[in-house]
Nanobody, 126 residues
Framework: QVQLVESGGGSVQAGGSLRLSCAYS????????MGWFRQAPDNEREGVAT???????LVADSVKGRFTISKDIAKNTLYLQVNSLKPEDTAVYYC????????????????????WGQGTQVTVSS
């Protein structure tokens, strides 16, 4: 089992920035294949960015250039730096992990992930 706890969400004005964190614990050796997802009201959950076990990132086109994914293996923490926020970025942001080791960045499809955090709300006002 892997436990994931997100933090760092909040309310910001358009153009602002946040850094989301996801602390992971438990049986993490084969679960370092991770990603960030978001879900806005009445929308399906969508992938924002993922990262391989070795740190190779994949960022969705919709947020490329504004969002950056990274992780600190020593601290067992996954990050998402979100810049130049827009009202359409408003959503609950989740981190997730796959029950596998991955050499390439994993897919953005939420169905491919085994463990999920509880989410952190990001609200962007215009």
């Amino acid at each position: 089992q892997v436990q994931l706890v997100e933090s760092g969400g909040g309310s910001v004005q358009a153009g602002g920035s946040l850094r989301l964190s996801c602390a992971y614990s438990g049986d993490t050796y084969f679960s370092t294949c991770m990603g960030w997802f978001r879900q806005a009201p009445d929308n399906e959950r969508e992938g924002v960015a993922t990262i391989s076990s070795g740190g190779s990132p994949l960022v969705a086109d919709s947020v490329k250039g504004r969002f950056t994914i990274s992780k600190d293996i020593a601290k067992n923490t996954l990050y998402l730096q979100v810049n130049s926020l827009k009202p359409e970025d408003t959503a609950v942001y989740y981190c997730a992990a796959r029950r596998t080791f991955c050499y390439a960045a994993p897919p953005l499809s939420p169905q491919r992930y085994d463990y999920w955090g509880q989410g952190t709300q990001v609200t962007v006002s215009s």
